[in-house]
């Protein structure tokens, strides 16, 4: 007998809404919204379907993303606490929320790239798709007023945002998350070209170590088919190229992440 489908907010975005009002509200972002946790240094984090792009001047209500990225990046944190790489995730609470554990989110976007892609294609001239001699980090302030520009370790480094200490325990863990996910999405056909992490750091006692936070999903890596070349990623929505729902379907599908009943639309009746 197949399992009864999961109560599904994919289609009540708004009844599962009025159950979060309770809830004490700590932080509203583009894509998601953070709410106090059960316990002391947890948060539930509720990933909405709006997107955005350049800077939230493009903006859009995508029907089941939130539920796709809530299931998405749920299978590539588990994975990665798996291999020992530490992760903000505890557990899924339902269809749109996760508990995670709270962290001090350091202010930088950590961009891993493995082919040329996006804004280092034009900043430098490359063509997409161009495969780099090795993977290349870079950071960008996390400003929104700015456009989170492009900064370099200097920066980092004067203006204090994160110490010497904490760049190679960042370097260390942005190779180890771009190893695994361009290992679990090539399994899958799938080239990961490039993506961006953030990182928190944890206090623990007298000591501190940084985690994996914020969320791993197709709205912060490019994944491009290895066959076609389709895009299967933000980029869709981006530069108008389909329905994004379908493409993060597709990744969610292949990686076995999505149960089918969550992807069943309503069928029309003549
Ligand atoms: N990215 C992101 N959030 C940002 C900026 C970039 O998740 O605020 C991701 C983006 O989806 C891509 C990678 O980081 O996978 C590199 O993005 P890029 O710098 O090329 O920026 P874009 O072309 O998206 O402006």
Not at 162 to 177: K, T
Not at 181 to 200: C, Q
Not at 228 to 236: A, E, F, I, P, S
Request: proline share 5%; hydrophobic share 40%.
């Amino acid at each position: 007998m197949r399992a009864p489908p999961e109560r599904d907010s994919f289609t009540h975005p708004g009844l599962e809404r009025s159950l979060m009002a309770r809830r004490k509200k700590i932080y509203e972002g583009k894509a998601k919204i953070l709410y106090e946790g059960p316990e002391p240094g947890t948060i539930v984090q509720y990933f909405k379907d709006d997107a955005t792009a350049f800077n939230a001047e493009k903006k859009d209500v995508i029907d089941g993303k939130g539920v796709l990225n809530n299931r998405l990046s749920e299978f590539f944190m588990t994975g990665l606490t798996q291999i020992g790489v530490p992760t903000h995730f505890i557990r899924r609470l339902n269809m749109r929320e996760q508990l995670v554990r709270n962290c001090e989110i350091i202010p930088l976007e950590i961009i891993v790239r493995n082919y040329a892609a996006g804004s280092m294609s034009k900043r430098l001239g490359i063509a997409e798709g161009t495969q780099l001699p090795r993977p290349i980090i870079e950071y960008c302030y996390k400003d929104d007023s700015l456009g989170d520009p492009l900064v370099s370790e200097e920066h980092i480094a004067a203006f204090g945002w994160a110490s010497q200490q904490d760049m190679d325990d960042i370097l260390s863990l942005a190779l180890r998350v771009n190893d695994f996910m361009s290992g679990v999405m090539l399994a899958v056909g799938i080239r990961l070209v490039d993506f961006k992490i953030e990182i928190g750091r944890v206090y623990e006692g007298d000591f501190q170590r940084l985690i994996v936070a914020d969320e791993i999903s197709p709205d912060s890596c490019r994944l491009w088919d290895i066959e076609t070349g389709q895009k299967l990623d933000k980029d869709v929505f981006r530069r108008d190229l389909g329905n994004l729902t379908d493409a993060y379907s597709e990744v969610a599908r292949r990686l076995g992440v999505l149960p089918k009943s969550n992807v069943a639309k309503p069928t029309l009746i003549n």
